[in-house]
């Protein structure tokens, strides 16, 4: 089983910054995109950042030129730096990940629980 665990959440004032973090853990042989997706109340789920094990990465419109995504493949951890925060970026942010794992070593997609960012105006 592989978990992923997020951290670095929390309230901030607009026009601040906050870097999240997203740890993967189990048995991991190895993972190919990881990303982040959030969540407005009342909204779908919508893309943020991915970043490949190459490192190529995707950034959602309404997040470009702020946020940033970056990974450690040793330490199967991906980040997400925000800078410049708007009252509308105010969201559960969720980990995703598509992790190859023992035994079988098929790709599955993972989740992690969700961390919210609060963002004041």
């Known amino acids: 089983q592989v978990q992923l665990v997020e951290s670095g959440g929390g309230l901030v004032q607009a026009g601040g910054s906050l870097r999240l973090s997203c740890a993967a853990s189990?048995?991991?042989?190895?993972?190919?995109?990881m990303g982040w997706y959030r969540q407005a109340p009342g909204k779908q789920r919508e893309l943020v950042a991915t970043i490949t094990s190459g490192g190529y990465t995707n950034y959602g419109d309404s997040v470009k030129g702020r946020f940033t995504v970056s990974r450690d493949n040793a330490k199967n951890t991906v980040y997400l730096q925000m800078n410049s925060l708007k009252p509308e970026d105010l969201a559960v942010y969720y980990c995703?990940?598509?992790?190859?794992?023992?035994?079988?070593?098929?790709?599955?997609?993972?989740w992690g629980q969700g961390t919210q960012v609060t963002v004041s105006s």
């Open positions: 189990g048995r991991i042989f190895s993972i190919n995109v």
């Open positions: 995703n990940a598509d992790v190859q794992s023992f035994p079988l070593l098929r790709y599955q997609t993972y």
